[in-house]
């Protein structure tokens, strides 16, 4: 018997065959060969007997029970015998399920006996492919034989051709072909050819249709169908790569930071971000100092999409970084933002530098993606190494609020700078940061400033460092109060600071330290904002953010559950430091990321880096707070303390606490030391601290009296205005006569309406404080419904009154209506007497809106300002600069008693807020910051909008 043959239908076969001819029979292989007969595929199952007669394979009488046996015996792992299926109508069995690897022996089997069937074309695809062998034999001077024509050009018949590829054909399909041909201009026939002998020539248009053939189906190779068999081959729409950019890449801080994170991977130290607008255009150039690329780099790298090159290569050449940019995303970045990119680049060892120009627009639909040509030269190097980008015609507009908004998304991604270098290594990383930069005809401006800008007012600086075995040290520093304290040993127990941790390996941090009255009060509002918004300590792994850590609402290393129980005494909060923790750990030994990206998984190399990061911070800051001490004045003690007995309190728990800590802790005993010391000046404070606090509480009970006179008076004066409204209505009538006593008459009225006004708004306020309801407040409704109470008083005193509101739903924190009253009455009445001390045309402006989750309130006046030598003591109690000349009986402004702005800041403290006395615009003297925690949004009423 020859093998492999089409077919074994009653062809004489040996036990041995027919058992394999069963087998790959039973896999559904020869389905094409098998007789409309009983199906032998049932519910999964295959009856082999059904298999072998459909087939028609001829067998001995006891071959069937000899391939059951064989089957149960043989290859009883990839077949199991069952019962006949429920719906089967026959007797006798013959049923198995198949079990995996059937099908792979089958298919093994098949090759060795069967000769695949011939494909069946339709007559299209015997068309397609005769037209493209044609031209290719054509091409290639290849005769219908295989050999070399005898003519030139040469000549073909068409029926030999077809025989030549065996391509399968029907009756009548060459003449078919042949006539459609010459109609489409494809072939044309030979000159002085005999009706007998009918040859063709290919023409230009034939060779173009099969070029077109090649591009929509196939390379050559793959059209060769006849055998049933062949290759097909993707290819790319010009258009994907608009699809790509605009789907990959929503926003356009995310494509602005992509393109930088290229630089960071081409070990650039600096990115310069330079937004231009000219005109009407505009364009964004962003340059980098890496290493840049040749033309190998350039074409197989920005040239060649999806490459394994951070697979490959995952860290930089020069500086060992973890790359940041994501595979193949950076080009389509550059799409997403402009609509036309001009790329220059060099490399250090080159003379020349290669400029590359690339037109998105042109990449459109129904466009191969290889035949869109990128213009691409030689230029005279235009620096000495590094990457161009000029992206032109941008698509989107650039607000300054969106620069700093991705100036902040690309410095929270990468470290800003290396822990681990050190200065004695030449090849150290120096760190990597980016600087942005508006450029308006030709006027430049830096939008966004760098975090070493907030890194120099720290109170002091905290490292730690844990090396390759496990041995942890921690050291602090403080230009400010002369401590350097380094290389102090700490372990993962009090007991033995020396000892080393059991999983912890090549760990670096630092902190810088922040508490608000120590930092220069003309930065401090800054610092504050950047600490409520950007506040805590930030986990940096090979280089690369790990969110959530560091995050404003993610509190991992508990600080701010330790600050609240106060076990340590000093401030410690996450909005007490700016830092960041550095990892390296490039192969994943020590950390392992959770499946869903988000953080590291909680093993025993990350429970114990909790712990020392930690312990060194609340550690650390001890020394800090022994030295503050020493420096507390009475003022500082008296605000820090609100009673003799909470200050006395406090040095007692804290004495406490580090005597305790002392015996377990050698580590405590310096600071102990050093509180001890300060102990006795604190104790004399406190009586100096109780005498003005006794001063204070009696003010604060004759203040306490007056709101509740203010409140009799408002209710028994309401009771009054109706009647003398009454009396007023009359007078008017009985006046009516005389135009001058008229006149007068409505002025009465006006002033009666202003009373009313006041009225109701002192009323309402002293009721709300009584009920002691708080909500979220909109600031806008505030300061409308405050402006209409005074708005008599500034028409009697010729104010100009501005407001301005930046943003909507401008909530604060749940707050007293009586709260905002008070601060708002306050702040006016100073301004108004400050203005008539000035003489001048008076101006008051209120401003409004949110920054980095506070609302803030600036109110500015022209008034005679405040002098540099009082600016610290303006919020003191008892402290005024109101003297009699900017007093005014006529209008209601009297002389202060110095308690108003003690007030206001009282008011805005208990709300976690702050006020601050900043530089006021151009026009004014004058301006109060008020800053209060925005409402989250649960705190915010369904019916507040």
């Known amino acids: 018997m020859n093998l492999p043959q089409p077919d074994f239908r009653g062809v004489s076969l040996d036990w041995k065959a027919f058992r394999d001819l069963a087998i790959i029979g039973m896999a559904g292989l020869t389905d094409y060969l098998m007789d409309d007969t009983d199906h032998p595929f049932i519910d999964g199952m295959v009856n082999y007997k059904r298999v072998v007669d459909a087939l028609g394979l001829t067998y001995a009488p006891d071959w069937i029970d000899d391939l059951r046996q064989d089957l149960e015996n043989f290859v009883e792992s990839i077949a199991s015998h069952d019962s006949a299926p429920v719906d089967d109508q026959l007797t006798g069995g013959h049923w198995v399920y198949l079990n995996s690897g059937f099908s792979e022996i089958a298919s093994l089997l098949y090759k060795s006996y069967y000769v695949p069937p011939a494909a069946r074309l339709s007559y299209d695809e015997f068309r397609d492919i005769l037209i493209f062998e044609l031209v290719g034999m054509a091409q290639d001077g290849v005769g219908e034989n295989g050999g070399n024509p005898d003519s030139s050009p040469p000549t073909y018949d068409l029926k030999l051709v077809s025989e030549h590829f065996a391509l399968p054909t029907e009756p009548g399909w060459i003449e078919r072909a042949s006539t459609e041909f010459l109609h489409a201009g494809f072939i044309a026939r030979e000159s002085g050819q005999t009706a007998d002998r009918e040859r063709y020539v290919v023409t230009r248009e034939g060779y173009e249709h099969a070029q077109t053939l090649s591009e929509r189906l196939s390379e050559a190779d793959g059209l060769l169908l006849s055998g049933g068999r062949g290759s097909v081959y993707f290819s790319v729409d010009a258009s994907h790569i608009s699809r790509l950019g605009l789907e990959l890449v929503a926003k356009q801080e995310t494509a602005v930071a992509e393109l930088v994170k290229n630089g960071y991977d081409a070990d650039a130290t600096n990115v310069e971000l330079i937004f231009r607008e000219q005109g009407g255009s505009t364009s964004l150039d962003i340059f980098d100092n890496g290493s840049g690329m040749d033309m190998a780099q350039l074409s197989a790298g920005f040239m060649r999409l999806s490459t394994p090159n951070k697979v490959a290569a995952p860290l930089s050449a020069k500086y060992n970084r973890q790359k940041a940019g994501r595979k193949g995303i950076g080009r389509f970045a550059a799409q997403r933002l402009g609509r036309r990119l001009v790329l220059e680049t060099a490399t250090a060892g080159t003379r020349f530098g290669l400029r590359l120009e690339i037109e998105w627009e042109h990449f459109t639909a129904e466009r191969d993606l290889v035949s869109v040509p990128i213009a691409i030269t030689r230029i005279e190097k235009p620096f000495a190494h590094g990457t161009m980008l000029r992206i032109f015609d941008l698509r989107d507009s650039w607000s300054t609020a969106q620069i700093e908004r991705s100036h902040r998304h690309i410095a929270e991604l990468i470290q800003p700078f290396p822990l681990a270098s050190t200065s004695s290594e030449e090849d150290g990383d120096p760190g990597f940061l980016a600087s942005f930069v508006r450029e308006r005809n030709g006027a430049a401006e830096v939008l966004a400033d760098a975090w070493t800008a907030f890194f120099q007012h720290a109170l002091a600086e905290i490292e730690g460092n844990v090396d390759g075995e496990g041995r942890a040290s921690w050291a602090v520093t403080s230009g400010r109060f002369n401590i350097a304290q380094g290389a102090i040993p700490i372990g993962p127990t009090k007991e033995d600071p020396s000892a080393c941790f059991s999983h912890l390996r090549d760990v670096k941090f630092k902190a810088y330290y922040y508490i608000d009255k120590e930092t220069q009060r003309s930065f401090r509002s800054k610092v504050a904002e950047k600490l409520q918004s950007n506040g805590g300590i930030r986990l940096y792994r090979n280089g690369f953010r790990v969110l959530p850590y560091g995050e404003r609402f993610d509190d991992w290393l508990k600080l701010n559950a330790s600050n609240l129980l106060r076990k340590v005494l000093p401030p410690h909060s996450n909005r007490n430091f700016l830092g960041f923790v550095e990892i390296s750990d490039v192969d994943g030994t020590q950390f392992e990321e959770t499946s869903s990206r988000e953080g590291l998984v909680e093993n025993e190399s990350f429970i114990e880096l909790k712990e020392f990061v930690s312990s060194v911070l609340k550690t650390a800051i001890l020394p800090i707070a022994a030295a503050r001490d020493r420096r507390l004045t009475t003022t500082d003690t008296r605000q820090k303390q609100r009673s003799p007995k909470g200050q006395a309190d406090d040095i007692l728990a804290r004495l406490a606490t580090l005597e305790k800590n002392a015996r377990d802790n050698p580590q405590y005993a310096i600071a102990l030391s050093q509180v001890v010391d300060s102990v006795r000046q604190s104790v004399v404070e406190i009586g ?173 006046d022209n008034g005679d300002g405040i002098p540099a030598a009082n600016s610290k003591r303006i919020f003191d109690a008892f402290f005024t600069t109101t003297s009699l000349s900017g007093a005014s009986d006529e209008d209601g402004t009297f002389a202060g008693m110095g308690m108003g702005l003690k007030i206001v800041r009282d008011i805005v403290e208990t709300a976690e807020g702050q006020i601050v006395l900043q530089d006021p615009k151009s026009g004014f003297s004058t301006c109060l910051r008020v800053l209060v925690p925005e409402a989250s949004d649960e705190e915010i009423p369904s019916n507040a909008y």
């Open 688 to 860: 100096d601290t109780g005498e003005a606090l006794l001063e204070e509480l009696g003010m604060v009970r004759v203040l306490s009296s007056l709101g509740l006179a203010i409140g009799e008076f408002t209710h028994e004066i309401r009771l009054a205005l109706e009647a003398v409204k009454a009396s007023v209505s009359l007078l008017a009538v009985s006046v009516s006569d005389s135009e001058n006593s008229s006149e007068k008459a409505e002025q009465l009225f006006d002033q009666l309406a202003d009373f009313e006004g006041y009225l109701t708004y002192f009323d309402a306020t002293v009721r709300d404080n009584v009920s002691r309801e708080v909500s979220a407040l909109e600031i806008r409704d505030v300061v409308n419904s405050f402006l209409g109470v005074v708005s008599p008083k500034i028409k009697r005193n010729e104010l100009s009154m501005d407001k301005s509101f930046d943003g909507y739903g401008l909530f604060t924190r749940p707050m007293h209506k009586s709260e905002w009253a008070s601060i708002l009455i306050n702040l006016f009445t100073n301004s108004l007497k400050a203005i008539r001390r000035a003489g001048v045309q008076g101006k008051i402006m209120i401003e409004c809106g949110r920054a980095d989750g506070m609302i803030y309130l600036d109110f500015m």
